[in-house]
């Protein structure tokens, strides 16, 4: 008897709660996890700063996301080593809808993502994104590269007044680039310029020195020398906000649908993608993708109410976090409350950063997020693969990510199926003559042929096997060998019973031989070659059609048939 409906969601919402070799975990080796999340806390500084800056939402929202959704996607999370927080592919998403909802409209966008990925999680969902193609992830991480850094522009060309308008980042760097030639700030540039360059050459030369910390803290104090004309983030409140529902605008919810299942999307794809990479930097450890969604989830539904940004897990952050050493949740949760005594401690001191600065921190993250060899191997290892791999980035860049990654995908299984399709063949087979003379198998080749399709037999490939088969040159008996082919749907079913009936109007007599069992179901069903079985003329193994067409040929006169 089925269980009721009910018990088996209790049953999956339980399993998707924290279990207890998650606690087990963090007794491996706390003192180890405490001190990488303390790194982790050092460098998701900067980065929470920036990112919440350019959301439009302020600095205290980069920070607050990352302490309060950090810690609740540490807990409730499928993986021990992952960081989650703002990150800049999820800007991308709300820069256009704070400009065009505002606030509030970013706050509820960000609860209804977090439904939407407590039912993903539910339905047992975080599996499927295996599936996505390299040549979609790797278009669609170089994409949100781009637009980030073009979304700096702003900031670093010091006209960071105009970085969250509605229009386009193409139309955004432009009119950056034309406001900055009119007025220009050498010294915003400058500052920007260093920041970066000390990051990306710092990762380089000594990759365990924070030198995103490093550089912020000079900037910092480079943009307090007097007579520099240089924006600072300005007054930082200090401390987490008291919650509060004054967001809630249920008559948004329509509007706002797109974006919210824009932001959930891109949860998913990134925690997931995020995890799966920490996985492969570590031994031993294999992350729940359901209970990772579940935890995104949650960390969504609560962010809203202590006015936070929407939050996915940070692939650069849990990078770091593992690379010092971190073994369990434990991290994760350094990292939250390290970053939350920043804010209780030394928002006075956090608002006089550099908005170039924070800029600069995000062109040398976006630049570490491309891997152009990679890149470099995909456009050339298939015309397809650089095909996907190209337009998702040019779809990223020119529309919207969630756009991109369908476009992706959609192109990716059509040329797939175009290359399954072509692997599809159909060939002649001899036909067991060793008993017979020479002259006996010459006559017999004359009237009886056999052929052996291969691959598989679906829509995509179901037109060209059924011209294959009309172009066959007129013979007596025809034996079809179906034992090779590898999957069949409707379109393919529907195909060979053309195939045979245009057979037997020429007057050739088909048999049928080596259906598989799942085969004969779907050609039972849709009734296909019917007459074929009424008179039995669908055989088992090939042997018994071969002996039954040698009958059929020895019973009648030799007769041409008509083609």
Request: aromatic residues 4%; proline residues 5%; negative net charge.
């Amino acid at each position: 008897m089925a269980a009721p409906a009910g018990g088996v969601w209790h049953s999956r919402l339980l399993a998707l709660l924290p279990q207890r070799e998650d606690w087990d975990a963090v007794r491996r080796a706390p003192g180890r996890d405490v001190m990488a999340g303390l790194t982790v806390g050092v460098v998701a500084l900067p980065l929470a700063l920036a990112f919440g800056v350019t959301s439009g939402l302020g600095a205290q929202a980069g920070l607050v996301t990352a302490v309060i959704a950090g810690a609740i996607a540490a807990v409730f999370g499928g993986s021990n080593l992952q960081v989650s927080g703002p990150t800049g592919a999820m800007t991308v998403v709300l820069v256009p809808l704070v400009a065009e909802f505002g606030v509030g409209g970013v706050l509820m966008a960000c609860l209804m993502a977090g439904a939407f990925l407590l039912v993903l999680a539910l339905a047992h969902v975080g599996r499927f994104v295996r599936y996505l193609p390299i040549p979609v992830v790797e278009g669609f991480t170089a994409g949100i590269a781009i637009v980030i850094a073009l979304q700096q522009l702003p900031a670093v060309l010091g006209v960071a007044g105009q970085a969250h308008g509605g229009e386009g980042v193409l139309n955004l760097a432009v009119e950056a680039g034309g406001s900055f030639l009119a007025h220009p700030h050498p010294a915003a540039l400058l500052i920007a310029l260093g920041v970066a360059a000390t990051m990306l050459l710092g990762a380089r030369y000594r990759p365990g020195v924070p030198f995103s910390l490093v550089a912020i803290v000079a900037a910092t104090l480079v943009a307090l020398v007097p007579g520099l004309d240089v924006a600072v983030l300005g007054t930082v409140p200090s401390g987490i906000p008291a919650p509060s529902a004054g967001f809630f605008d249920l008559g948004l919810m329509g509007a706002l649908l797109p974006a919210a299942l824009a932001i959930a999307a891109l949860a998913a794809l990134e925690s997931l993608l995020s995890a799966t990479v920490a996985d492969g930097m570590s031994i031993g450890e294999r992350h729940d993708p359901d209970r990772e969604l579940f935890g995104q989830a949650l960390a969504n539904l609560v962010i809203p109410f202590f006015g936070g940004l929407p939050s996915t897990a940070a692939i650069a952050r849990t990078a770091v976090n593992v690379r010092a050493g971190a073994s369990s949740k434990l991290a994760a949760l350094v990292h939250a409350l390290a970053l939350a005594v920043i804010m209780y401690t030394a928002a006075s001191v956090v608002a006089f950063i550099p908005l170039s600065a924070l800029g600069g921190v995000l062109l040398a993250t976006t630049a570490r997020m491309v891997d152009i060899g990679a890149l470099r191997a995909l456009a050339r290892s298939t015309h397809a693969d650089g095909l996907v791999l190209a337009l998702t980035l040019v779809v990223t860049v020119a529309v919207d990510l969630v756009t991109a990654v369908g476009v992706g995908v959609a192109s990716a299984a059509a040329l797939a199926l175009r290359d399954v399709a072509r692997s599809a063949t159909i060939e002649q087979v001899d036909v067991d003559h060793a008993d017979e003379s020479a002259e006996e198998r010459q006559l017999l080749g004359e009237r009886i042929v056999a052929y052996r399709p291969e691959g598989p037999l679906f829509f995509g490939a179901a037109n060209r096997f059924l011209q294959d088969l009309m172009d066959v040159a007129p013979v007596e008996v025809l034996i079809l060998r179906l034992s090779g082919i590898s999957t069949m749907d409707a379109t393919g079913a529907r195909m060979l019973d053309e195939a045979v009936r245009h057979l037997e109007r020429r007057g050739i007599t088909v048999l049928l031989s080596g259906i598989s069992p799942q085969h004969q179901t779907l050609l039972t069903t849709l009734s296909v070659a019917s007459d074929l079985y009424e008179r039995g003329q669908v055989f088992s193994d090939t042997p018994g059609a071969v002996a039954h067409a040698r009958d059929l040929i020895g019973a009648r006169p030799r007769i041409t048939p008509a083609g």
